[in-house]
């Protein structure tokens, strides 16, 4: 008997994987951001297209800037109580939550499935949230990583030295689960990113609760202290917290305001053989 429940359990999750994806609704919506004004900059004539008619383009004026995308996903069998936003970390956009790169289901599809409704964002200055003008509005420049570098940062790799252009001269991780043969394509995820937009970001992340919550936030690594500090300034909206490796954290001195918030943290192996990581 015991065989056969076994057996049964095992079917019914693997048909669970494999079921269509059942939807009451989906879409997408941009929140927060301002508009600022540019002054100062020259009118030039562009070509749009190859052997097009050169159109005038004049940079002074009104920008609506520093809004972020949300896609969202309401599964037929709502079972969640509150809505789930997932908030991606540095370098990276809401494809995080999505398709893995070895190409097995995602969280996203994972918790649609099991009747979450779901949002997943794109934060501001990542993905189809776009970009502003720069140094205008975005300060500073911004940072790309090349390929070594979240191999070595991500406990990928044996930390720096560990990466070569030749996978058979890679230094891998012990007892490592990432798929290794699909790095290419985890890495064709990445963005550039800002180190000088954290209030810009905080501020969409919280007109996002605003708009949607009571919810449960999942974030990961520099989302870390976007989902602390909104916590912390929207306790009574957050029903919980799921932090997956955060780099950062919220307001020391705002601590108190998450006593009531479920909070559970997660973290990956390999960390005492890391460099930084026991350091954040």
Same mark, same amino acid.
């Given at each position: 008997?015991?065989?056969?429940?076994?057996?049964?359990?095992? %079917?019914?999750?693997?048909?669970?994987?494999?079921?269509?994806?059942?939807?009451?609704?989906?879409?997408?919506?941009?929140?927060?951001?301002?508009?600022?004004?540019?002054?100062?900059?020259?009118?030039?004539?562009?070509?749009?297209?190859?052997?097009?008619?050169?159109? #005038?383009?004049?940079?002074?004026?009104?920008?609506?800037?520093?809004?972020?995308?949300?896609?969202?996903?309401?599964?037929? /069998? *709502?079972?969640?109580?509150?809505?789930?936003?997932?908030?991606?970390?540095?370098?990276?956009? =809401?494809?995080?939550?999505?398709?893995?790169?070895?190409?097995?289901?995602?969280?996203?599809?994972?918790?649609?499935?099991?009747?979450?409704?779901?949002?997943?964002?794109? %934060?501001?200055?990542?993905?189809?949230? =776009?970009? $502003?003008?720069?140094?205008?509005?975005?300060? =500073?420049?911004?940072?790309?990583?090349?390929?070594? /570098?979240?191999?070595?940062?991500?406990?990928?790799?044996?930390?720096?030295?560990?990466?070569?252009?030749?996978?058979?001269? *890679?230094?891998?991780?012990?007892?490592?689960?990432?798929?290794?043969?699909?790095?290419?394509?985890?890495? #064709?995820?990445?963005?550039?990113?800002?180190?000088?937009?954290?209030?810009?970001?905080?501020?969409?992340?919280? %007109?996002?609760?605003?708009?949607?919550?009571?919810?449960?936030?999942?974030?990961?690594?520099?989302?870390?202290?976007?989902?602390?500090?909104?916590?912390?300034?929207?306790?009574?909206?957050?029903?919980?917290?799921? %932090?997956?490796?955060?780099?950062?954290? =919220?307001?020391? #001195?705002?601590? $108190? $305001?998450?006593?009531?918030?479920?909070?559970?943290?997660?973290?990956?192996? /390999?960390?005492?053989?890391?460099?930084?990581?026991?350091?954040?």
């Amino acid at each position: 008997m015991r065989t056969i429940l076994v057996i049964g359990t095992v %079917a019914l999750i693997a048909a669970c994987a494999q079921a269509p994806i059942a939807l009451r609704d989906m879409g997408s919506f941009h929140v927060g951001g301002r508009d600022v004004e540019i002054s100062g900059k020259p009118v030039r004539e562009v070509v749009f297209t190859p052997g097009g008619v050169p159109a #005038k383009v004049d940079l002074n004026g009104t920008y609506s800037v520093e809004a972020m995308y949300v896609q969202y996903f309401l599964p037929a /069998n *709502r079972r969640g109580a509150v809505p789930l936003l997932m908030w991606h970390g540095g370098g990276l956009t =809401g494809v995080t939550y999505e398709t893995t790169p070895d190409g097995r289901e995602g969280w996203l599809n994972y918790f649609v499935k099991q009747g979450w409704d779901t949002y997943n964002s794109d %934060a501001v200055e990542r993905g189809r949230a =776009g970009w $502003a003008m720069t140094p205008d509005t975005f300060k =500073g420049e911004p940072v790309f990583l090349a390929k070594a /570098n979240p191999f070595e940062r991500f406990r990928i790799g044996q930390s720096l030295g560990s990466w070569s252009p030749d996978p058979a001269q *890679r230094k891998l991780m012990p007892n490592l689960q990432f798929p290794v043969e699909a790095y290419d394509n985890f890495v #064709k995820q990445s963005v550039p990113r800002w180190t000088t937009t954290d209030d810009a970001i905080i501020r969409a992340y919280t %007109a996002l609760v605003d708009k949607v919550c009571p919810c449960v936030i999942l974030f990961h690594s520099q989302a870390g202290q976007f989902g602390f500090k909104v916590a912390q300034a929207r306790p009574d909206k957050v029903k919980a917290l799921v %932090a997956v490796e955060p780099a950062g954290v =919220g307001d020391a #001195k705002r601590a $108190a $305001a998450l006593k009531d918030i479920p909070t559970l943290v997660v973290f990956g192996d /390999n960390i005492a053989l890391d460099s930084r990581w026991p350091q954040i």
